[in-house]
């Protein structure tokens, strides 16, 4: 859930909708951060996958 939160917190600071950090506008942390939500989705969904 972590990598989820902070996937999404990368991309809104590349889209430049959060500032204060050096990150906020960068247009590679809008690529970088939905492929971190991505993957954090993934991990969850095989943590469920894999309890059941």
Do not use: D, E, N, P
């Given at each position: 859930?972590?990598?989820?939160?902070?996937?999404?917190?990368?991309?809104?600071?590349?889209?430049?909708?959060?500032?204060?950090?050096?990150m906020t506008g960068a247009t590679i942390w809008a690529i970088i951060g939905p492929?971190?939500?991505?993957?954090g989705v993934l991990l969850v969904a095989g943590a469920v996958r894999a309890r059941r």
């Open positions: 859930m972590l990598l989820v939160l902070v996937g999404l917190i990368w991309t809104l600071q590349g889209l430049g909708y959060l500032s204060g950090s050096v492929i971190v939500a991505i993957v």
